[in-house]
């Protein structure tokens, strides 16, 4: 499966069979998260077969069953933390996807386990993403128009758009799709928006958009607020 392939299908999955990943997945996840950890100055972990976190009340309100694996998402703490966990991280959920493993990007509805999901002091724990074999491939969601997420001048290029469509396929925290984008003089500038985690969904919007657009990161105009205490 490609890149643009693993984008279209990927939707959220919050059952699983309660079967563990396989050590050859789990190669896959932990190359990825290796290589991201590296780009990105990251510290994230792949925790196997620990059903604890999402066995709590919270985890089966949020509808989640079956989790035996997951990934945390995590790093030094920083202003932009948010945002890269969202690009890295999303990264990782792509190669998951196209390895045949579902996911979930997991805010809130999961729950600490002392030792298992532990981070450094010096280090903040943004949440998980579930990961494994889904009881389904989960389904197509409600969402915004292209209209809805940009500002049109006129003379944008194909590109531009052919990346927000992209944008549009990108978990965001309650699929609340914050973030706005316009185009001037050959250059992208993204805005997150106010919210709950508005960072990391722009952050994995802007994984989307260069992998559609065939752009690298030297497209975007810098334009970042300061990561809060939810990012
Ligand atoms: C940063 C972030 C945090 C999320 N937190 C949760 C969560 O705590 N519980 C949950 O069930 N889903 C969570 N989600 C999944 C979103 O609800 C889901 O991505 C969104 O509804 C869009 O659906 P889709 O992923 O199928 O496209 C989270 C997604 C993101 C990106």
Redesign the pocket.
């Given at each position: 499966m490609d890149i643009m392939e693993a984008i279209e299908k990927?939707?959220?999955v919050?059952q699983y069979t309660g079967v563990p990943v396989s050590d050859e997945k789990a190669k896959v996840l932990l190359d990825a998260i290796s290589s991201c950890n590296e780009s990105g100055s990251l510290r994230f972990r792949l925790i196997r077969n620990e059903p604890e976190a999402f066995s709590s009340p919270l985890a089966k309100y949020?509808?989640?069953s079956g989790v035996m694996d997951y990934i945390s998402v995590a790093g030094p703490r920083s202003p932009d933390l948010g945002e890269r966990c969202?690009y890295y991280g999303e990264r990782i959920v792509i190669e998951a996807q196209r390895a045949g493993l579902n996911t979930?990007?997991?805010?809130?509805?999961?729950r600490r386990i002392p030792g298992a999901l532990s981070v450094g002091k010096e280090e903040k724990l943004?949440?998980v993403i579930a990961v494994g074999y889904g009881k389904t491939q989960?389904?197509?969601?409600r969402t915004k128009s292209v209209s809805d997420i940009c500002d049109i001048r006129g003379d944008e290029p194909e590109w531009f758009f052919i990346g927000l469509r992209s944008v549009l396929?990108?978990?965001?925290?309650?699929?609340q799709q914050k973030f706005r984008f316009s185009y001037a003089d050959g250059m992208v500038t993204a805005d997150p928006g106010h919210g709950f985690?508005t960072n990391?969904?722009l952050g994995?919007a802007k994984y989307h958009f260069e992998t559609a657009s065939g752009k690298g990161p030297e497209i975007w105009k810098l334009r970042r607020k300061k990561c809060p205490s939810h990012c």
């Open positions: 990927r939707h959220s919050r949020g509808r989640f969202g979930c990007w997991v805010g809130l509805t999961y943004l949440g989960g389904i197509p969601r396929l990108a978990p965001t925290a309650m699929n985690y990391t969904d994995i």
